[in-house]
């Protein structure tokens, strides 16, 4: 089976602009969850999606949004950006349930740069 | 407060030593999930193991082994005569109802070993 998937591996961006990230679970996964990555702050969860519906979000801005579609793919978007969500951005799918305990397996990251 | 504390920042060892990897969490959950992943440089988090609450029982898997114990809310790793390519960042996360199963990662110790 192929992994988690997300592109694009590499942005960068400038200050103010916007951002969407694509990430494609694995065959069959049903949820999607966003993990933020700084040196600071380590592994922060942004948000999880099931079945196309939000089920969690952790604690970060409106600026950051994501969304699911009915294959499961799901993008994150963030606008205005600012420098400090300079990051590496991963995604990670599991089968899922709605309250799901299942393992999650992680993308490669996308990794955003904001100058 | 952290929920999961990896006290040990850095390890840096001679290959074909053991290392071993603390990893303390903190819970009022009874059932709960433990996990350890592995993040190489390439950035993928890669999935090593899960132990659920109810299971106390030691693994090992190849070079890897893990000692859960409940009674010093403990879940160790140790890596058995350590070769270069288990250079990684390695990072011990928790999953508890109490924070609806999202992931809850430690800092992350980097391992280092040399030829």
């Known amino acids: 089976k192929a992994g988690v998937t997300q592109t694009p591996r590499y942005l960068i961006k400038t200050r103010g602009q916007q951002v969407t990230l694509s990430c494609s679970p694995i065959?069959?996964?049903?949820?999607v969850s966003w993990y933020q990555q700084t040196p600071g702050q380590g592994l922060q969860f942004l948000f999880e999606?099931?079945?196309?519906?939000?089920?969690n979000k952790g604690n970060f801005p409106g600026r950051f949004s994501g969304r699911q579609f009915s294959n499961s793919r799901s993008e994150m978007n963030v606008s205005t950006l600012e420098l400090g969500d300079s990051a590496l951005y991963l995604c990670?799918?599991?089968?899922?349930?709605?309250?799901?305990?299942?393992?999650?397996?992680f993308g490669p990251g996308t990794r955003l740069t904001v100058l | 407060a952290q929920k999961v504390t990896q006290a040990q920042t850095e390890i840096s060892v001679v290959e074909k030593e053991d290392v071993t990897l603390d990893c303390v969490y903190e819970?009022?959950?009874?059932?709960?999930?433990l996990f350890w992943y592995k993040q190489p440089p390439s950035g993928e988090l890669v999935f090593l193991i899960r132990?659920?609450?109810?299971?106390?029982q030691n693994e090992i898997s190849g070079r890897y082994s893990w000692n859960f114990q409940k009674s010093t809310s403990s879940f160790n790793f140790t890596i058995t005569a350590s070769q270069v390519v288990d250079s990684a960042v390695y990072f011990c996360?928790?999953?508890?109802?109490?924070?609806?199963?999202?992931?809850?990662f430690g800092a992350g110790t980097t391992v280092t070993v040399r030829a």
């Open positions: 996360a928790l999953s508890e109802l109490a924070n609806d199963y999202k992931l809850s």
């Open positions: 065959s069959g996964h049903r949820s």
């Open positions: 132990r659920n609450s109810f299971d106390e």
């Open positions: 990670a799918s599991s089968l899922g349930q709605v309250v799901s305990t299942d393992t999650q397996y």
């Open positions: 999606y099931f079945s196309e519906t939000q089920r």
């Open positions: 819970t009022r959950d009874t059932t709960y999930y």
